[in-house]
């Protein structure tokens, strides 16, 4: 999928003060991330692979089984349902319908875009947005007994509900987890999207999204040949020693991170950058407000990247069109 959403509901990447969240805020609901930016396809094995404690795979895995052995409800209201309740959550971020998005959200949901909208933002679905094929996406439900810790790990759910007491807030709620995979896609890496909902006034609302990767043993597997922009028309510089760790695990001490630099003259026309880690997925995308070619110049990103080796990309945009102009290893 081409053209990712704008902002992206990772917590970890930042960009420099004069990027466009610093001139103009931009939010894209996280739903259209999920559903533009997933790559790759479900591993039948991936629940293994990311698995803990023997115990408490085996419990996982019963509750996993009983879900799916479960037929999702026809109706024609999703609220009565999980999985058509995010199926409903997609086709509005489609259609950037985001007085639908808001009716669909918890009054818990951290991305509620119409909250968003009213406290200064602007929602963008992404240019792809309205080409989202539903029935290209597998949606299934992973389980609808979920609990509070399962909520919790997900990746970025403590830093979005960091001040609230989610025991308290959800008391007999009943809670659902539902992954969210593009069917079409063959990536090496395997990423889909998980969804957590819960009840509200005997309606499924959506709680907070998130991503789970499949990491491959060996991240060298899946890197690309080094294309270095020499004539830094584009780049201008990659710190790779730069230290964003404030010293209170605020952005993660297992994370190791690279400051992207972007030259003052650009030599190429574009209207955008995209800077992407291939392994650990973070993302950052500048773009100046007014449509001006060159306005994320003589800006920075920073971007995190996977302790055991990864991959920065740099995608210039242009009119839509993208060219990687850069794209080099990290190496621990």
Request: charge should be negative; charged fraction near 35%.
């Amino acid at each position: 999928m081409s053209n990712r959403p704008r902002w992206s509901s990772r917590p970890t990447d930042t960009q420099s003060p004069d990027s466009t969240l610093g001139r103009r805020r931009v939010l894209s609901a996280s739903a259209v991330a999920a559903s533009l930016a997933i790559a790759g396809c479900l591993d039948d094995t991936a629940e293994d692979d990311n698995s803990g404690d023997d115990a408490e795979d085996s419990d996982d895995a019963d509750a996993d089984d009983s879900a799916d052995d479960a037929d999702p409800v026809q109706t024609d209201d999703p609220s009565d349902d999980p999985v058509a309740l995010v199926t409903a959550y997609l086709e509005a971020a489609s259609d950037g319908d985001v007085e639908a998005l808001s009716e669909y959200s918890h009054s818990l949901n951290p991305l509620d875009p119409a909250a968003w909208e009213e406290d200064g933002w602007e929602f963008q679905g992404g240019d792809d947005a309205e080409d989202v094929d539903i029935a290209d996406l597998e949606i299934d439900l992973r389980t609808d007994e979920a609990s509070i810790e399962d909520v919790l790990d997900l990746e970025g759910a403590e830093f979005w509900f960091g001040d609230v007491d989610l025991e308290a807030e959800l008391e007999g709620e009943e809670l659902a987890i539902v992954e969210v995979v593009d069917a079409t896609d063959d990536d090496t890496l395997t990423e889909r999207g998980v969804w957590a909902l819960a009840t509200e006034d005997d309606d499924w609302r959506l709680l907070v999204m998130s991503e789970e990767r499949e990491i491959p043993d060996d991240p060298e597997e899946v890197f690309e040949e080094e294309l270095i922009d020499e004539d830094q028309d584009v780049v201008a510089e990659i710190d790779w020693e730069y230290d964003q760790d404030t010293g209170d695990g605020e952005f993660g001490d297992d994370l190791e991170w690279a400051q992207v630099e972007f030259t003052d003259e650009p030599g190429i026309e574009a209207d955008a950058v995209r800077v992407e880690s291939t392994i650990e997925g973070g993302e950052s995308e500048l773009y100046d407000p007014d449509g001006e070619p060159g306005g994320w110049s003589n800006s920075w990103v920073t971007i995190s990247l996977h302790p055991e080796g990864d991959q920065v990309v740099v995608t210039a945009i242009n009119d839509g069109e993208e060219t990687v102009v850069h794209r080099e290893h990290f190496e621990p």
